[in-house]
């Protein structure tokens, strides 16, 4: 049987290419970008090549504004402009607010500076996963140091209006950092820092088609950052450490060719969620679309059926070939509620499972799951 991977938002298959410039690196550039040898010359030259792709993939070509951090992933830089810039300003303020739909890394990164003496005060959004942005401007007062909010959230694919918000903030508040995780939009959306105005903008690797393990910080000149660690002083000490020097290639074409292909996949994939929505609809089992009625990526579709139990469905599907998700993998496992799902009050007795696609997902596929989708759900009824 084959298997139809649907869970692109969890992670993606590394493309060929990308997989080639990785091994390349490791057979042949593995010199410590640090030394002043040829080798360490010809990784450090990959690292300039990958920070040029990435930085004209997100619309600052010249890093005229800003520059590219490098990290382990989405989560460590979550991590680095959420408290960073918080305890950098602890003199002048112990609040930090974000969105209910957050990601894990954003949210405990919050709860993390609680154990510190900040506060951590939640968002809340309307039944589409949408921020009022006008509530969230309200909610800033003269202790907040940080706000955050993804670009595009994991579970239900609602786009946050970052650049609406960050005029909003600045306005008002313009010492108030704005952290925008973006892991989820680079390569699904067009990603444009000048005009998002966030101060900080994490983006990983493996979302795009890219190496686990590599993840970025795009950081706003003039911004204020305490870095976590202490260390060789890599990165102007914001981030030290040895640089993942085949990781960081690897990112940097897998930015590339996303950006490149975006419109095309665009099409393709607004195509799949309205094939995998007419499925819902030939279930005759009552179901709704989360985060229908706001502004949402297309690579992603999470659908909730009543009455149908989220997990056994997932079963069935997986018994079938189909691999899905029920909500975010990164909370999957341990089966308690999704944040995000409470956040837009969906219903106890709503099943959800969460469908998204990627640069290698094919129509047959897609024609082939939503047939499988309609049969699964049918049997529990």
């Known amino acids: 049987m084959s298997e139809i991977y649907l869970d692109n938002a969890a992670t993606t298959r590394v493309a060929p290419e990308v997989a080639e410039v990785v091994s390349a690196c490791m057979r042949e550039d593995y010199g410590n970008p640090s030394s002043a040898h040829h080798k360490g010359i010809s990784a450090e030259r990959k690292i300039k090549l990958a920070r040029s792709q990435l930085l004209a993939a997100i619309g600052d070509p010249e890093g005229a504004i800003g520059d590219v951090y490098w990290t382990s992933g989405g989560t460590e830089s979550d991590a680095i402009g959420v408290i960073g810039p918080a305890r950098a300003r602890k003199r002048e303020g112990k609040t930090v607010l974000f969105s209910a739909t957050e990601h894990p890394a954003v949210r405990e990164s919050a709860r993390q500076l609680e154990h510190e003496g900040f506060s951590a005060v939640t968002l809340p959004v309307d039944s589409s996963g949408a921020l009022d942005v006008a509530r969230a401007v309200e909610a800033i007062t003269e202790d907040t140091v940080v706000v955050a909010a993804m670009l595009v ?8 209006p970052i650049a609406e918000l960050s005029r909003g903030i600045k306005a008002a508040w313009p010492d108030v950092h704005l952290h925008c995780d973006a892991v989820q939009g680079l390569g699904k959306i067009a990603v444009d820092v000048t005009s998002l105005g966030a101060d900080s903008i994490a983006f990983a690797a493996h979302k795009i088609h890219g190496p686990k393990g590599s993840g970025a910080l795009w950081l706003r000149r003039g911004c204020r950052i305490t870095p976590l660690w202490a260390g060789g002083g890599q990165q102007e000490g914001v981030r030290s450490g ?10 940097g074409l897998a930015a590339e060719i996303a950006t490149a292909t975006l419109a095309d996949h665009t099409e393709l994939w607004l195509a799949f969620g309205a ?3 007419a499925a819902a609809e030939a279930t005759g089992v009552e179901f709704r679309v989360n985060g229908a009625g706001a502004a949402r990526a297309p690579h992603v579709l999470s659908i909730a059926f009543r009455g149908v139990p989220a997990e056994p469905l997932l079963h069935v599907l997986e018994s079938r070939g189909i691999l899905v998700s029920a909500g975010s993998a990164c909370s999957e496992r341990d ?4 944040p995000v799902l409470e956040a837009i009050k969906l219903p106890a007795d709503y099943g959800t499972v969460r469908m998204s696609f ?8 897609v024609e082939q799951a939503a047939e499988i989708l309609t049969d699964a759900v049918r049997s529990f009824v």
């Not at 040895?242 to 990112?251: D, H, K, R, S």
């Not at 089966?335 to 999704?338: A, D, E, G, N, V």
């Open 275 to 277: 094939t995998l929505v």
């Open 242 to 251: 040895t640089l993942n020097v085949p990781g960081i290639a690897g990112f």
């Open 335 to 338: 089966r308690k509620p999704s």
């Open 358 to 365: 990627g640069r290698d997902t094919t129509t047959a596929e």
């Open 153 to 160: 959230n994991n579970e239900i694919g609602t786009i946050h």
